[in-house]
């Protein structure tokens, strides 16, 4: 394995889930172009503002075999036949519509499309295909990492920007929108929770909070004593956006970025379950299907006292709440356990370490 930034090779696997996911944002958000295509006017014919010479605008005709063509570059990779460069012709055609009207323009659009194609420059093709299974051996990470770079650049701007907005230091941005929520949170929590809500010093603290959170996710998430703490604040900092915001896929562009942060190695740990026990049957199918970032391998043992024992990658057992923390880390759908399990089992974290 080598480690300079342009020749660094890692296992691509991870990376096809990556093309997946991209592609089927992608897709979402052609679909809802050619729906305002359908029921509105289309804005080449309307007052629009082209970076390009006005005469690259292409006819509402041409736009819509734009969009054909994009929505059919999305399902080819989505399925992974010429998943590559179909998903960069994809790409490629979002980032020309940007430039034939630039009030068309919106960063969460952008974002997923710059994502997109830099995903598309990725050895993206190797797994994660309806006609071929995966394709084993290494392959370059430079456009993996590039795409890492792109979320940290979004999370340190962002963060910087509202650092030095002092509406956005004092709360007074977050307020109004707190606001909006103060009428549920009285009905189901209380109004004494609403009034806190309300209070002006808590949109500081959360003004703050958010603030810290971003530029932590900017340089925190390339440590990897701190990328998985990263990845569960990022997770419930964007569960927050979505349940505050309307920003369209936004938190589910940088969701899906995460992934090039995931270790490309496959199944280091291992999970065992206590094949005599029904419930070990079940949960290590389940644990074994949902398991489709490839970090484990499952086993079923017949004289396993526990009813799940899980290693890390330094063959580390671990049992009870430490086994379902270890599971957590590494599987999408539990993620959100990780952290708390970790508190809970703090003690016996630091006896093993």
């Known amino acids: 394995m080598t480690r300079s930034w342009l020749s660094e090779e890692r296992d691509a696997y991870v990376l096809g889930l990556a093309r997946v996911a991209f592609a089927t944002l992608l897709l979402l958000l052609t679909l809802k172009l050619a729906g305002e295509l359908q029921r509105g006017p289309y804005f080449g014919d309307v007052f629009h503002m082209p970076l390009l010479p006005e005469s690259w605008v292409p006819s509402r005709q041409v736009y819509g075999a734009l969009l054909a063509c994009q929505g059919l ?6 399925v992974g036949v010429v998943a590559r460069p179909a998903l960069l012709v994809a790409a490629l055609c979002g980032l020309y519509g940007f430039f034939c009207d630039r009030l068309q323009y919106h960063n969460n659009r952008y974002e997923l499309l710059l994502l997109t194609l830099l995903v598309s420059l990725s050895p993206c093709d190797r797994s994660f295909s309806l006609f ?34 002092a509406d956005w230091r004092s709360g007074a941005v977050l307020l109004p929108r ?59 900092f964007h569960a927050g956006i979505e349940v505050s915001a309307r920003v369209e896929l936004f938190s589910y562009t940088m969701l899906s970025g995460y992934l090039v942060f995931v270790t490309p190695e496959l199944r280091e740990r291992s999970v065992s379950w206590n094949a005599r026990s029904k419930a070990g049957q079940t949960l290590g199918r389940l644990c074994s299907r949902f398991d489709f970032l490839a970090r484990f391998r499952h086993e079923q043992v017949d004289g396993q006292a526990s009813l799940l024992v899980a290693r ?27 952290l708390p399990l970790s508190i809970v089992t703090w003690r016996e974290r630091r006896e093993t370490s």
């Open 178 to 236: 707190f606001a909006l929520g103060v009428p549920y949170v009285e009905q189901y929590l209380g109004s004494g929770f609403a009034a806190l809500l309300s209070a002006p010093w808590f949109a500081h603290a959360a003004a703050v909070a958010a603030i810290s959170s971003e530029l932590f996710l900017a340089l925190g998430l390339w440590f990897p004593r701190t990328r998985a703490l990263c990845l569960w604040l990022g997770l419930m």
């Open 312 to 338: 890390d990658r330094a063959g580390v057992p671990h049992r009870g709440l430490s086994a379902w923390r270890e599971l957590a880390r590494a599987t999408p759908l539990l993620f959100p356990l990780w």
């Open 73 to 78: 570059g999305c399902v080819l990779a989505l």
């Open 132 to 165: 071929a299974g995966p394709r084993p051996g290494t392959a370059p990470r430079w456009a993996a990492r590039l795409v890492g770079a792109q979320l940290a650049v979004v999370y340190l701007a962002s963060s910087l920007g509202k650092s030095f907005d």
